[in-house]
Antibody, heavy 115, light 107 residues
Framework: EVQLVESGGGVIQPGGSLRLSCASS????????MTWVRQAPGKGLEWVSV???????NYADSVKGRSSISRDNSKNTVYLQMDNLRADDTAVYYC?????????WGQGTLVTVSS | DIQMTQSPSSLSASVGDRVTITCRAS??????LNWYQQKPGEPPKLLIY???ALHIGVPSRFSGSGSGTDFTLTISSLQPEDSATYYC?????????FGQGTKLEIK
């Protein structure tokens, strides 16, 4: 069964850092493009970042320079490193498979940035 | 960046009704327009990709159409389980932006 499981969320102070993980099963992350999408409480979906099967990456302006997406093929896991966190980064972070359309989604992990 | 605008923001309809949700892009984007359904407390689910292709397992009452900058999602006969928020998303150029969502309520 194809599955994505996010982890690493929590409460973090403004200016802090966090690394989110997305463990996949049923397919190899090295063969797929993987995307992060976030959703602030009560708000809509916001595309955050993508790592292509080729290894290239792309970011939304809102996180560019503060975030880094990567993958560990041996662990079949994708990561989103987020630095200098702000209150408006508070959201549920979802990882999803593919790029132009997102076929499989994880359940999400909640990041709360608060002092 | 391509801006995506959905209308209406919310609507209420009865079981059996035909429902249409519209998504307008700020520029033409080939046919890379997708639709997702999200229920409270759940992740989004892909319904339709590339304007009109039905994702695996999605009921045939859902359909998509459009071209250029204007796209629609149609539910031919509304069912109680279709109560959800629907999002369009463009997959033409990064950032792959979403519309603001349309909340569909069953009367």
């Amino acid at each position: 069964e194809v599955q994505l499981v996010e982890s690493g969320g929590g409460v973090i102070q403004p200016g802090g850092s966090l690394r989110l993980s997305c463990a996949s099963s049923g397919f190899s992350v090295s063969d797929a493009s993987m995307t992060w999408v976030r959703q602030a409480p009560g708000k809509g979906l916001e595309w955050v970042s993508v790592i292509y099967n080729t290894g290239g990456t792309n970011y939304a302006d809102s996180v560019k320079g503060r975030s880094s997406i990567s993958r560990d093929n041996s662990k079949n896991t994708v990561y989103l490193q987020m630095d200098n966190l702000r209150a408006d980064d508070t959201a549920v972070y979802y990882c999803a498979r593919d790029k132009r359309w997102l076929t499989i989604w994880g359940q999400g992990t909640l990041v709360t940035v608060s002092s | 960046d391509i801006q995506m605008t959905q209308s209406p923001s919310s609507l209420s309809a009865s079981v059996g009704d035909r429902v249409t949700i519209t998504c307008r892009a700020s520029q033409t984007m080939n046919r890379y327009l997708n639709w997702y359904q999200q229920k409270p407390g759940e992740p989004p689910k892909l319904l339709i990709y590339s304007t009109s292709a039905l994702h695996i397992g999605v009921p045939s009452r859902f359909s998509g159409s459009g071209s250029g900058t204007d796209f629609t999602l149609t539910i031919s006969s509304l069912q109680p389980e279709d109560s959800a928020t629907y999002y369009c998303q463009q997959g033409y150029s990064t950032p792959y932006t979403f519309g603001q969502g349309t909340k569909l309520e069953i009367k």
